[in-house]
């Protein structure tokens, strides 16, 4: 109940309106009694975390590195972005739980699987998460925007960029005043599933045998 009430607070008005007295009032009991089962605020919002995380269904592995790569990376979007207004708050907290450890266990095996020594398969899974949080908070307004959906927001932007007297941005400025998060999310997913598969060991045909 303590969760549920949360998660309605951060959809209605941010994950930053989310506290004990906040979530005790939607509950309409007495904030000092919501202690006797959350840790403070802190433990509130590590808990309400947890909550959207467990919301993630992994696919089950299929051997392809590249495929498994980009399920993980399109669930992972999908549980994410499930409470846009816990987004935030799921996509940068640190979590020592098994939820919020999943994630990272299911992307990390995928390059143990494909023979990738663990040094390396640290570096590419950081990469990857880099990646994928900032791709998904600039999705959620979190993160830094130069384009947006919405026609009137295009042109406005397109016309900033366009005055701006610089030869990048004055070319790009179409492009770059608009944003599809949809585009945007599978064209980094790509690039990245692309990168990692250009690491991956090759094979000889007598191992294949």
């Not at 009430?5 to 309106?17: F, I, L």
């Not at 590249?66 to 816990?86: N, S, T």
């Not at 040094?119 to 830094?144: D, I, W």
């Amino acid at each position: 109940m303590i969760l549920d009430a949360a998660v309605a607070v951060a959809d209605a008005e941010g994950v930053s309106a989310v506290s004990m007295r906040s979530v005790a009032r939607r509950l309409g009991v007495d904030a000092k009694s919501l202690y006797n089962h959350v840790e403070g605020k802190g433990g509130l919002l590590d808990a309400l975390a947890e909550h959207v995380l467990r919301g993630i269904r992994l696919p089950e592995p299929t051997g392809v590195p590249a495929d498994d790569l980009r399920a993980i990376a399109v669930e992972f979007r999908r549980g994410a972005l499930a409470h846009p207004g816990v987004a935030a708050l799921v996509l940068t907290r640190q979590l020592a739980s098994a939820a919020g450890l999943a994630p990272i266990e299911a992307a990390l095996s995928v390059l143990l699987r494909a023979g990738i020594e663990p040094e390396e398969a640290v570096h590419l899974l950081r990469a990857l998460l880099a990646a994928v949080v900032g791709t998904l908070l600039r999705e959620v307004s979190a993160g830094p925007e130069l384009g947006t959906a919405d026609s009137v927001g295009i042109a406005r932007r397109r016309a900033v960029l366009a005055s701006s007297g610089l030869p990048g941005l004055v070319a790009a400025a179409p492009h770059l005043a608009r944003c599809d998060h949809d585009r945007e999310f599978d064209y980094t997913v790509e690039l990245l599933v692309g990168a990692v598969s250009a690491r991956l060991p090759e094979r000889s045909s007598t191992c294949d045998r």
